[in-house]
């Protein structure tokens, strides 16, 4: 007779020798925080290169809120004196009717969406070095108040805004991260 034991010993050498091919590979990534400190070829940490990113002026009201937050999440604030990257982003927004009252077919609820296409580019060549879409929804309650409606809409485009400022430092930080 054998023991329960004895069956289990080769799933047991199976699991082990998975586990250990699985803690080899793992054992070669390089992982490393984002924000930490660069490679040793590269000059500065990454907060100092995105410090060093110019957002060029977006039009409309929504498009300056945008670059507002862009500055202030990119380089803490200070829009640099001597930029070696330019961003420029296009903005474009949408409204859509969520909740309509079914007798006056008036609107109770909006959804804002707002789409920022992005480039990067090198200052002092022109050249571009990394661009994509970022995009956000923000909902708001319609009312029968024209200013409290406006006010809604203002407040859901500051979120719009804020939620892809930040979606737009975390890719150019990535590429600035990787990038020489």
Request: aromatic letters at 6%; hydrophobic letters at 40%.
């Amino acid at each position: 007779m054998s023991s329960p034991d004895s069956k289990l010993r080769p799933f047991r050498a199976g699991l082990f020798l998975a586990a250990l091919g699985l803690a080899t590979s793992l054992a070669a990534c390089n992982v490393r925080p984002m924000y930490g400190s660069m490679s040793a070829g590269a000059s500065g940490s990454l907060a100092d290169r995105m410090a060093l990113v110019s957002v060029d002026p977006i039009p409309e009201r929504l498009g300056q809120q945008l670059r507002n937050e862009l500055v202030y999440v990119l380089s803490n604030a200070v829009d640099p004196d001597n930029p070696r990257y330019r961003l420029t982003v296009t903005v474009r927004r949408s409204m859509s009717r969520v909740g309509i009252v079914p007798i006056s077919g008036t609107p109770t609820a909006e959804v804002l969406s707002v789409t920022a296409s992005y480039r990067l580019f090198d200052a002092s060549s022109g050249r571009e070095l990394t661009s994509g879409d970022s995009f956000a929804n923000a909902s708001f309650d319609y009312s029968n108040q024209r200013y409290a409606n406006v006010r809604a809409e203002r407040d859901a485009e500051d979120r719009a805004a804020e939620t892809i400022a930040h979606d737009i430092r975390t890719r150019v930080g990535a590429y600035l991260a990787t990038a020489e």
